[in-house]
């Protein structure tokens, strides 16, 4: 059974050193590589950080119903094509993805049993430094990830599980603690329970 697990979070929150950092230590997880029409960064590789696709090769993907969610942000498509939770199934592995709240919402749609975690900056001048230290960006497009983040935090209500990330190695932690206690509650192992119940029921019949 493949379970999904949505992370959200705004811009420069450590959302992607968080699940660098959970795909490292956890062999059992698959991670969604996402769609776009943007170009690379930084040290981005194609097919591994995103697939990169022109915007009219995207809008085709769309029109054939390729995608489980896509979402235009600040003028850029980003998309979950439906192969990866296939691929995620026919591997038995848990399914990471890595998007934003107008993703997942979509998702949720298709996938109501997805465990969604939202990343938290501890304060937006935290974020806002955290912005700047990557060097990457132009000043109009940190104010405008700033003001993204504001309305994305708003909907923090929409998921399940909420990390404030005010210390990388602690929510590192807290991440990989959700992922086991879901698998737990989501499997119940039950290869494991069936012979101890059988155990019982041998010698106790009439309580079973």
Do not use: W
């Amino acid at each position: 059974m493949t379970t999904v697990f949505i992370i959200s979070a705004p811009s420069g929150s450590g959302k992607s050193t968080l699940v660098s950092r959970l795909l490292e230590a956890d062999h059992g997880l698959r991670f969604s590589v996402s769609y776009t029409t943007r170009r690379p960064r930084g040290n981005e590789k194609p097919g591994e950080s995103y697939v990169y696709i022109s915007r009219r090769e995207f809008e085709d993907r769309i029109a054939r119903n390729e995608f489980l969610e896509h979402a235009e942000v600040f003028g850029n498509y980003y998309g979950t094509h439906r192969e990866v939770l296939e691929q995620a199934r026919m591997e038995g592995k848990d399914l990471i993805l890595d998007i934003d709240v107008q993703g997942a919402r979509q998702l949720r749609e298709r996938i109501p049993e997805a465990v969604t975690i939202f990343i938290l900056p501890p304060s937006r001048d935290i974020l806002e430094q955290r912005l700047r230290a990557r060097s990457e960006d132009a000043e109009e497009v940190i104010q405008r990830r700033l003001k993204e983040a504001a309305d994305e935090i708003r909907n923090y209500k929409q998921y399940d599980y909420v990390i404030v990330n005010h210390q990388l190695e602690e929510s590192s932690c807290t991440l990989r603690a959700i992922i086991k206690a879901e698998r737990v509650r989501r499997q119940r192992m039950e290869e494991n329970i069936r012979p101890i119940l059988k155990s019982f029921e041998s010698r106790h019949p009439a309580l079973f």
